[in-house]
């Protein structure tokens, strides 16, 4: 059975390919804007074999006309790690309170966008 991760690698990839299919953008298109030479990597993220490159995750999204709100929700998607350490780090600075509400509020927003688009089966692993 595949870890918790890896399942949401995999909504990850999926709910990509639905914002780049939505944009009406080809996989070559997506790379060629993004300045990469073939569309392979892509193909590997969409599959949800592996992540966007941390660095470049605002660059695929506004090629991807993805609304600015959902960031938050895809970054703990796409890094999970990352995002506990910020929670960790806003507990630190603001109090628990504050990074249990972000939580909850990011948690209700990847539920919402995986309900939208039909990924009730990954709903479970967020």
């Given at each position: 059975?595949?870890s918790?991760?890896?399942?949401?690698?995999?909504?990850?990839?999926?709910?990509?390919?639905?914002y780049?299919?939505n944009?009406?953008?080809?996989?070559?298109e997506?790379?060629?804007?993004?300045?990469?030479?073939?569309?392979?990597?892509?193909?590997v993220?969409?599959?949800?074999?592996?992540?966007?490159?941390?660095?470049r995750i605002?660059?695929?999204?506004?090629v991807?006309?993805?609304p600015?709100?959902?960031l938050?929700?895809i970054v703990?998607?796409?890094q999970p790690?990352?995002?506990?350490?910020?929670?960790?780090?806003?507990?630190?600075?603001?109090?628990?309170?504050?990074?249990?509400?972000?939580?909850?509020e990011?948690?209700?927003?990847?539920?919402?966008?995986?309900?939208?688009?039909?990924?009730?089966?990954?709903?479970?692993?967020?």
């Amino acid at each position: 059975m595949a870890s918790r991760l890896s399942m949401m690698q995999i909504a990850t990839g999926h709910l990509l390919r639905v914002y780049r299919e939505n944009a009406k953008l080809s996989q070559s298109e997506v790379m060629a804007q993004l300045g990469y030479a073939n569309s392979n990597l892509l193909s590997v993220i969409e599959n949800g074999r592996t992540n966007i490159p941390f660095k470049r995750i605002t660059e695929f999204l506004e090629v991807y006309q993805v609304p600015k709100e959902m960031l938050t929700p895809i970054v703990r998607m796409i890094q999970p790690d990352t995002w506990l350490m910020h929670l960790q780090l806003l507990a630190i600075e603001q109090g628990q309170e504050k990074a249990d509400a972000l939580e909850a509020e990011t948690k209700e927003k990847i539920n919402k966008i995986l309900t939208k688009n039909n990924m009730h089966d990954f709903l479970k692993f967020v």
